[in-house]
């Protein structure tokens, strides 16, 4: 298939210079014992906000049918800080705590928005313990000798933070936000959030046409994502190597007795695993979101909706397999899209999103013909209308890719005069283009 057969206007020429975005950092810290202390009862105290929040929300709308909204509950919180029982609230950065109803609020607009489903109760060791820290929640000074590293102490904590500067805030910056984790195998992170001024790149353009160039990528589980040149890319050695092992661990720790020494053990191993899997897994797909939208000017992937009804793996201890693979595949795929995201957002890329029903495994991406439903273990067919022989995910990518391509070419047809084309273009059943912010 030639690439040039479809010819896409260029993108209008952006003319817009570096534009201050908002971009998070990522460092890890080693609290002392008193910090560890302190933040173990904000994490809990935070989560526990969360719930009364969150039941607060749910009854008065169950009962009274009231609309309890983030300023409620924020005037809520201020009781319970002067309760006599829960004054142990006290303790914590009302700040803090009042960034836990933000969370919660948010939470319940994504539900409003249905694009989330109804908020949860936070649990201890399930839910990550996280903590944010507005301007005023921290203390920040810049290392005059290491532009873009400092000393960052936060509320309620006297010493400044142990942080391992793998990396220089952008130099001058002032963080405008922090959020404090620890995941499941303990370790602390620092999430700093600073305004940046990210400068677009040049227009990704084929040489002979100027038609912007553009990447179909098929989301599946045998690869993270197929191209449509037919590469693959992802970390299939690392699900299936982690993929074993976090099923032997797993079934080490079933056997294990509750509450048992060995148990916690067992229960850390994994944690360990699961970190370093997500560790490694967050690298692979920053090289590769980067190396994508440094390339394409216009990237296309499929609603994840219809992704997340995929293929199975075949072999031995199939079923299990197939769980434990789905779920890193789904978070290696809802990273994935986060990433292009942003990145298109930054260097004036564009991300489309196809629509759902659009036919991209069955349709015949040569003629345009509809094929059979195929089984999922269908791996290639041919096309019974003009006989062209298909891998199914290399076919899918490019009739994503083709279908992308017009979708937008009808954006950019759409657009009216002096305004450029957002980061993301989502098609809407069945006909018609949506442009997301
Ligand atoms: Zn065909």
Redesign the pocket.
Same mark, same amino acid.
């Given at each position: 298939m030639n690439r040039s057969d479809r010819t896409a206007p260029p993108p209008a020429r952006r003319t817009r210079g570096a534009e201050a975005r908002p971009r998070v950092y990522r460092y890890r810290f080693y609290p002392d014992e008193e910090q560890a202390a302190q933040l173990t009862r904000t994490f809990g105290a935070c989560r526990w906000v969360y719930n009364q929040g969150l039941v607060l929300r749910t009854t008065a709308w169950r009962d009274h049918g009231v609309r309890v909204g983030f300023a409620e509950t924020c005037r809520a919180l201020t009781g319970w800080r002067h309760a006599a029982q829960t004054s142990w609230l006290r303790d914590i950065s009302s700040a803090v705590l009042q960034q836990s109803l933000r969370h919660l609020d948010a939470a319940f607009s994504r539900f409003f928005k249905r694009t989330s489903t109804h908020p949860e109760p936070k649990r201890k060791n399930r839910s990550r313990d996280s903590a944010t820290y507005v301007r005023t929640g921290f203390r920040w000074r810049e290392n005059p000798a290491r532009p873009g590293t400092g000393l960052i102490g936060l509320a309620k904590q006297s010493e400044p933070l142990d942080v391992r500067w793998s990396r220089p805030l952008p130099p001058g910056a002032a963080p405008l936000k922090l959020t404090v984790t620890r995941d499941r195998a303990g370790r602390f992170f620092l999430q700093i959030l600073v305004e940046e001024h990210i400068a677009p790149l040049p227009p990704a353009l084929t040489p002979d046409t100027a038609a912007p160039r553009a990447v179909g990528l098929d989301l599946g589980l045998a690869a993270l994502a197929t191209l449509d040149d037919g590469t693959t890319a992802g970390h299939p050695r690392l699900l299936r190597t982690h993929g074993a092992k976090l099923a032997r661990l797993q079934r080490e720790l079933h056997r294990k007795e509750p509450g048992s020494a060995n148990r916690g053990k067992a229960r850390a191993r994994l944690a360990r695993l699961h970190a370093a899997i997500a560790d490694y897994r967050r690298d692979a797909l920053d090289q590769l979101t980067t190396r994508l939208v440094r390339e394409n000017q216009v990237l296309v992937v499929e609603d994840l909706a219809v992704a997340n009804l995929v293929r199975s793996p075949s072999g031995p201890g199939r079923r299990r397999k197939a769980g434990l693979n789905r779920s890193i595949a789904d978070a290696a795929w809802s990273t994935l899209l986060r990433m292009l995201w942003y990145k298109c957002a930054w260097y004036g890329r564009t991300l489309v999103i196809v629509d759902r029903f659009f036919p991209s495994t069955r349709r015949?991406s040569? %003629?345009? +013909?509809h094929g059979e439903r195929l089984d999922v273990s269908v791996r290639s067919w041919t %096309?019974a +209308?003009?006989?062209?022989a298909h891998d199914r995910d290399v076919n899918a990518a490019r009739n994503l890719r083709q279908e992308g391509l017009r979708l937008y070419e009808q954006a950019v047809a759409a657009l009216s005069p002096g305004r450029q084309l957002p980061a993301v273009v989502r098609a809407s059943a069945p006909a018609g283009v949506v442009v997301a912010a």
């Open positions: 015949c040569a %003629c345009h +013909a %096309c +209308a003009c006989g062209a």
